[in-house]
C-alpha cells in the first residue's frame, strides 16, 4: 500500500469535486488538493446533464421567487437557510464559469440567454444549448489544469474512509492503473461522488453512478439522509433510459398520450396551454414529480403508447422546425437520430419517466460539513437540504458550483485549523481494509449480474413513482436477500492492474448498502410529499408527523433511523399548486406576503 | 438482453493481460443481438455472461462522456454509437484504439494525452489591462460560433487512433490538445495565444500535422481538428511576421 499526504483530499472528479478543487487551490495556493477519481474527470457524469443551471439575472425575476419555486418545488422538506444562501450565490458562481470560458448561449446582444425549466415561476436556467453539463464539466476541468497544487489522482476508485478518533483521517482507494492500494492521508476529505441511480434498472445514469462515496460515509458513521426521495425524470428513452432534456419542454415541446391528448391538463397543470406557447409552472412545464405520477395514471388507464422496450408517452417536438431544434437541441437531435433512429422534426420521440436524481444523500449543513468531523460533502452525493422532496430541473448543477466552492473553502479552513498528523494506525486501518477488499478477487460463486439485475427490478417495482407498504416490505426482503448473497460475489478476474470485474463488485456493495437505507427511509415515511407518493392510505403530506427529514445511521444489523426538524425560516408549508391552481395561489400568496408586512408595520 | 433477439454476432475481441500475457490475442464471443443492440451492449453482455475478465472503459452510454473508443473492423468509433445490427452476423473486430499504448484488453494509456492536454494551456486568459468585472464578458452569438465547434470535443481520443502522424512521432501533441488551444485562442474573451504559442509552434506541436484530415473523419462530435491545426498554422505564421516586423508585444517571451 502506498501513503500519501495531502491537504485536503477530494473524492470525485465531476463538477462538485472539481469546483472544490479550485476553490482550494485559489483560497489557500499553499496547500495541497488531491482529487481522487475513479475515471478521468472528463467522464465525470456531470458530462451527461443537459438542459441548463438556474440563476437570478434580469429585473424581472427575483431571487425571492426563485427562493419559492425551489421550497415549494421541494414539498416544504427544504433547508430554507440553505435556499436562500444558494439562491443568493447562484449566479454569482455562473458568472464566474463565464469567466473561465463556459460556452453559454447568449442574446443577440452577447448577454448571458436563460430559458424556461420545469417549476421555475420565471426563466433562469442559462444553458450552453443542450449541453450544459458537458461544457461546465470540461470548463472547470480545464481551468483545474492551471492551478499547480491541485494534483490529481485519476482512476483511482475510492474503497473506503478512514476514521481515528472519530474524525476522517483519510481515504483508502486503489489505483487501477498501477494496481495497488492508496492511502491518502488528509486533514480534510471532500466527498463529491455524485448519485445512486444506478441502483434501479430504468435509470438515466451513467454506469459509474452507483452511489459509492454515500455507502462510504455510510459505513464510516456519518448519517444518510432523505434517501427517500428519488427523482424520476419524465422523460427518458424506454430501455436504455437515455435523457431527454427537460429544455424541450422549456422550449416548447409537448407531451402526448396514445390519443394525443396533451393528458397533463388532467392532473392538475392545466389550462392546455397553446402549442408553441410554453407558460411556465403550467402543462409540461411542472415539476417532474407530478409529470412522472401522471404518466403512472395515464399507463395504469391503458393510454400509454406500447414500444420494444416499454410503455411510453410522445414528447412532440415538430412544430418547433429543425433549425430551431439544430440550434437549441443539437445533442437530442443526434441521440434521437443515433438510436432511435428518428427526425424529431419529423417525428414525436417516444419517452417514459426514468430514475434520474437522488435527492437525498450524505447529510450536510450549508457549509457542507457532515456531522462526521473532517468530511464534507457536495453535489449529489450529499443532502445539503436544497432540494428537499424533490429537485426543481437547473438547480442541481448550480449547487454543484455553488456549494462546491463553500466545499472546497470549508475544507481548506478545517484542514488549516487541524492538520491531523500522520498516524500509524490509520495506516493499520486502512492495510486491514485494503486486503478486505483485494480478497475479493478470484473468489465467489454469486454472478454480479444476477444480483445486480434483481436489485434494479426491486427498486423499480418496490419503491418507484407510487409505493405501498407491500410493495416496500418485498422490495427490502429482495435487498435483504440480496446481501446475503452478495457475501459470496463471484470476482473471477484477478488481475490487479483495471480489474473492472472487482471494481464493478466495490460498486454492487455501495449500491445494496444504500438501497437498504433508502428502502427503510420509505418504508418509515407514512405520507406522501414530492417524489415520494402512496397509495396505501397516507395519500396526503402529513406535516404533523412528517415535516422532517429522515436519518439513517448504518448499524450491522440494518439501518437505525430517525427524524429530524426540517430549517423552516420565511415559508411555512402551505399547498404546492401549478397549473391554473398554482396562478391563483401565487396572487393569494402575495397578497397574504403584504397583509403580514403591514402588520409587521403596525407592531 | 430485452428487446426482440434478431440473431447472434461473432465479437473478436483483442484480449491482453500485462502480468500473464506475452502478447495481445484475438478471442471470439458469439452474442446476441436485437435492433438497438449497441457494440457497448455487445461487449458488457459478454462482461455479464461469458468472461467478466473483459477489460474496458465506459459510462455514459450516450457518446458524451468519451470513454468507449475502440478500434472497431479497423476504424476507431465509439461503442455506444454503433450498432451491432450494422456488422452482423460478423466476426466484428474490436480493438484497442490505434496509436495508443495498451494497458490492457481495450483499456490504453491516456496519460500521455493528459500530459499534451496541460501542454495546451486551455484554459481561459482574461485580458490582464482590462479584466471583466463581476458579471463577467459579452459575446455576441457570430463570436461564440468562432469557437464553438472546438469547444465540442469529448476527449474520446479517436482522432489519435486516426492519425498516422500520431503514429509516427509519439510526441507529437495531437488533433485534441491542439484543437483545445486553438479553442480559447479563438474565444473572443480570451487573451492567452501568446502563452500557448510555444507549445504550439513547435516540431512536436502543430508542424507536425500532414493535413491529411484523418482527425476530422475520426472525430464523433463534428469537431473538424484539421481545421483548427490549419488555422493556427495561419495564426503562427502571421505571428512570425509581426515578429520579424514589429518591436516584441508585450515583452512576453
Not at chain 1, 425571492?64 to 419555486?69: R, S, T, Y
Not at chain 1, 481515504?171 to 492500494?181: H, I, K, N, S
Not at chain 2, 463534428?222 to 509581426?242: E, L, R, Y
Request: glycine fraction near 10%.
Amino acid at each position: 500500500m502506498q501513503t500519501v499526504r495531502t491537504d485536503v483530499a477530494v473524492v470525485g472528479g465531476g463538477g462538485a469535486g472539481l469546483r472544490a478543487a479550485i476553490a482550494v487551490a485559489e483560497a489557500h495556493p499553499e496547500l495541497d488538493v488531491t482529487v481522487l477519481s475513479k475515471v478521468y474527470p472528463m467522464r465525470s457524469h456531470t458530462v451527461a446533464a443537459e438542459g441548463g443551471a438556474a440563476g437570478v439575472v434580469g429585473a424581472d425575476d427575483s431571487l425571492e421567487q426563485h427562493f419559492a419555486d425551489t421550497v415549494s418545488g421541494g414539498d416544504w422538506l427544504c433547508d430554507q437557510d440553505v435556499v436562500q444562501y444558494f439562491v443568493e450565490h447562484a449566479a454569482h458562481e455562473m458568472y464566474r464559469l463565464e469567466r473561465w470560458g463556459c460556452p453559454w448561449s447568449r442574446t443577440d446582444d452577447g448577454a448571458v440567454d436563460v430559458r424556461r425549466f420545469g417549476g421555475m415561476s420565471r426563466p433562469r436556467t442559462w444553458f450552453a444549448a443542450d449541453k450544459t453539463g458537458f461544457h461546465v464539466l470540461h470548463t472547470l476541468f480545464q481551468t483545474s489544469l492551471q492551478h499547480p497544487s491541485i494534483t490529481r489522482a485519476d482512476e483511482c476508485l475510492a474503497l473506503e474512509l478512514v476514521v481515528r478518533d472519530g474524525r476522517v483521517a483519510g481515504v483508502l482507494a486503489y489505483d487501477q492503473r498501477e494496481g495497488y492500494p492508496v492511502l491518502v492521508e488528509a486533514g480534510a476529505v471532500v466527498m463529491a461522488t455524485g448519485g445512486a441511480g444506478r441502483l434501479y434498472a430504468q435509470n438515466t445514469n451513467g454506469a459509474i453512478v452507483t452511489g459509492d462515496g454515500m455507502a462510504m460515509a455510510y459505513r464510516a458513521g456519518a448519517p444518510l439522509r432523505d434517501l427517500e426521495f428519488v427523482q424520476y425524470h419524465p422523460t427518458g428513452l424506454p430501455g436504455s433510459g437515455i435523457l431527454i432534456t427537460e429544455g424541450c419542454r422549456g422550449e416548447g415541446g409537448v407531451l402526448l398520450n396514445a390519443d394525443g391528448r396533451r393528458y397533463l391538463q388532467d392532473y392538475g397543470l392545466g389550462p392546455e396551454t397553446p402549442v408553441g406557447e410554453p407558460k411556465n409552472k403550467h402543462m409540461e412545464l411542472g415539476p417532474r414529480d407530478r409529470l412522472s405520477q401522471a404518466f403512472w395514471h395515464e399507463q395504469r388507464a391503458g393510454r400509454t403508447v406500447a414500444t420494444p422496450r416499454g410503455d411510453a408517452v410522445h414528447l412532440d417536438l415538430r412544430h418547433l422546425g429543425r433549425a430551431y431544434l439544430r440550434e437549441r437541441l443539437p445533442l437530442i437531435c443526434e441521440l434521437t437520430e443515433q438510436y432511435l433512429g428518428i427526425d424529431p422534426a419529423t417525428a414525436p420521440i417516444p419517452v417514459c419517466p426514468s430514475v434520474h436524481y437522488s435527492m437525498g444523500g450524505i447529510e450536510t449543513d450549508v457549509t457542507t460539513a457532515t456531522p462526521l468531523p473532517g468530511l464534507f460533502a457536495v453535489g449529489e452525493c450529499a443532502s445539503s437540504g436544497l432540494h428537499g422532496a424533490n429537485r426543481l430541473g437547473s438547480n442541481s448543477l448550480a449547487e454543484l458550483v455553488v456549494l462546491g466552492r463553500v466545499a472546497g473553502e470549508r475544507a481548506a479552513a478545517a484542514a488549516l485549523a487541524d492538520p491531523a498528523p500522520s498516524d500509524p494506525r490509520v495506516r493499520r486501518d486502512a492495510a486491514d481494509a485494503a486486503a478486505r477488499h483485494l480478497a475479493r478477487m478470484g473468489r465467489g460463486s454469486e454472478p454480479q449480474v444476477g444480483i445486480r439485475e434483481e436489485l434494479g427490478r426491486a427498486m423499480d417495482d418496490g419503491v418507484g413513482i407510487f409505493r405501498t407498504r407491500e410493495g416496500m416490505e418485498r422490495a427490502a426482503a429482495a435487498v435483504r436477500d440480496l446481501k446475503e448473497r452478495y457475501a459470496d460475489v463471484r470476482v473471477a478476474d484477478t488481475c490487479p492492474v483495471y480489474n473492472t470485474d472487482w471494481a464493478a463488485a466495490v460498486e454492487l456493495g455501495a449500491m445494496l448498502d444504500v438501497a437498504d437505507g433508502l428502502v427503510a427511509s420509505a418504508l418509515a415515511r407514512e405520507e406522501s410529499r414530492g417524489s415520494h407518493q402512496r397509495l396505501d392510505g397516507f395519500g396526503e403530506r402529513d406535516d404533523e408527523r412528517f415535516l422532517a427529514h429522515t436519518r439513517a445511521w448504518w448499524t450491522p444489523d440494518g439501518p437505525r433511523l430517525e427524524h429530524t426538524p426540517v430549517t423552516i425560516t420565511t415559508s411555512p408549508p402551505a399547498t404546492r399548486a401549478y397549473g391554473a391552481a398554482g396562478a391563483a395561489g401565487a396572487v393569494g400568496a402575495a397578497e397574504g406576503a403584504g397583509a403580514a408586512g403591514t402588520g409587521e408595520v403596525a407592531r | 438482453m430485452s428487446g426482440e433477439v434478431l440473431g447472434t454476432i461473432t465479437l473478436r475481441v483483442q484480449r491482453y493481460r500485462p502480468d500473464i500475457d506475452e502478447a495481445p490475442h484475438l478471442v471470439d464471443y458469439e452474442v446476441p443481438w436485437g435492433q438497438d443492440t449497441s457494440v457497448l451492449d455487445a461487449l458488457n453482455w459478454v462482461k455479464d455472461h461469458l468472461d467478466p475478465t473483459l477489460a474496458f472503459r465506459w459510462s455514459c452510454r450516450m457518446a458524451i462522456c468519451g470513454s468507449c473508443g475502440f478500434q472497431l473492423n479497423g476504424t476507431p468509433r465509439l461503442g455506444c454509437e454503433h450498432f451491432v445490427r450494422d456488422y452482423a452476423p460478423g466476426p466484428l473486430v474490436v480493438e484497442p484504439l490505434a496509436n495508443l499504448a495498451v494497458e490492457r484488453d481495450l483499456v490504453v494509456d491516456l496519460e500521455p494525452f493528459m500530459a499534451s492536454l496541460e501542454r495546451a494551456r486551455p484554459w481561459l486568459v482574461p485580458d490582464p489591462d482590462d479584466p471583466p468585472g463581476g458579471t463577467g464578458n459579452r459575446q455576441t452569438p457570430e463570436q461564440l460560433l468562432a469557437y464553438r465547434d472546438y469547444a465540442m470535443c469529448i476527449d474520446c481520443l479517436l482522432c489519435y487512433a486516426a492519425c498516422p502522424q500520431v503514429a509516427l512521432a509519439p510526441d507529437f501533441l495531437g488533433p485534441a490538445a491542439i484543437t483545445a488551444a486553438v479553442r480559447y485562442d479563438k474565444d473572443s474573451r480570451d487573451h492567452g495565444g501568446d502563452e500557448r504559442l510555444p507549445a504550439l509552434d513547435r516540431e512536436d506541436g502543430l508542424w507536425a500535422c500532414t493535413f491529411v484530415g484523418a482527425c476530422s473523419t475520426a472525430c464523433p462530435k463534428g469537431v473538424d481538428p484539421a481545421a483548427a491545426i490549419q488555422q493556427a498554422k495561419a495564426a503562427t505564421a502571421a505571428a512570425w511576421a509581426a515578429e520579424f516586423l514589429l518591436p516584441r508585444r508585450g515583452g512576453r517571451s
